[in-house]
T-cell receptor, first 112, second 115 residues
Framework: DTAVSQTPKYLVTQMGNDKSIKCEQN?????MYWYKQDSKKFLKIMFS???????INETVPNRFSPKSPDKAHLNLHINSLELGDSAVYFC???????????FGPGTRLLVL | SQKIEQNSEALNIQEGKTATLTCNYT??????LQWYRQDPGRGPVFLLL?????KEKRKERLKVTFDTTLKQSLFHITASQPADSATYLC??????????????FGTGTQLKVEL
């Protein structure tokens, strides 16, 4: 049973396109996160939702819009993709009462 | 600004030896510190958490220390094995108003355990 799953695993697209990444967790957690890991492997928080409410919104371009339809799902939509958006995007989840975060397998985005 | 630094170079050690990884931070007062392991092509996996009022934590062959005066954590793997080869990330965290917790990750240290 996959705890945190993401789709797609790979995404290759042209500059200017719009794309979405989906994340689902079956751990019963109430908090979900999006991270970006760049080519130097630096992992940085982008957004976090707690019980479907946005609670962390780091300095991220407006082209990135997260959406949480329910506690088990967190999607990330990216408009007008740019070359610099190429990275691995990780979804994670945690419980408010615990500090451990569980990460998904990542979505490798390549913008050409 | 907040800064978290880990061993900048890759760490190569011989099987059976103890690997020691460092995590130094500035301009930060974390409530807790976590260590994660990341294998190529995979997401990070949680290993250990240590709180600001704890000095040391152990789990099997792993040991973490946390010195809030020095602003440093040390992560030890004893009797290292080739299977321990991976990138290890330290992450500083604090509770966030509204639930959840915010982690700020270090740059990671790539460990290679050789036969």
């Amino acid at each position: 049973d996959t705890a945190v799953s993401q789709t797609p695993k790979y995404l290759v697209t042209q500059m200017g396109n719009d794309k979405s990444i989906k994340c689902e967790q079956n751990l019963g957690h109430d908090t979900m996160y999006w991270y970006k890991q760049d080519s130097k492997k630096f992992l940085k928080i982008m957004f976090s939702y707690n019980n479907k409410e946005l609670i962390i919104n780091e300095t991220v371009p407006n082209r990135f819009s997260p959406k949480s339809p329910d506690k088990a799902h967190l999607n990330l939509h990216i408009n007008s993709l740019e070359l610099g958006d190429s990275a691995v995007y990780f979804c994670a989840s945690s419980s408010s009462s615990a500090k451990t975060q569980y990460f998904g397998p990542g979505t490798r985005l390549l913008v050409l | 600004s907040q800064k978290i630094e880990q061993n900048s170079e890759a760490l190569n050690i011989q099987e059976g030896k103890t690997a020691t990884l460092t995590c130094n931070y500035t301009n930060y007062s974390p409530a807790y510190l976590q260590w994660y392991r990341q294998d190529p092509g995979r997401g990070p996996v949680f290993l250990l958490l240590i709180r600001e009022n704890e000095k040391e934590k152990r789990k099997e062959r792993l040991k973490v220390t946390f010195d809030t005066t020095l602003k440093q954590s040390l992560f030890h793997i004893t009797a290292s094995q080739p299977a321990d080869s991976a990138t290890y990330l330290c992450a500083l965290g604090g509770d966030f108003t509204g639930g959840g917790n915010k982690l700020t990750f270090g740059t990671g240290t790539q460990l290679k355990v050789e036969l």
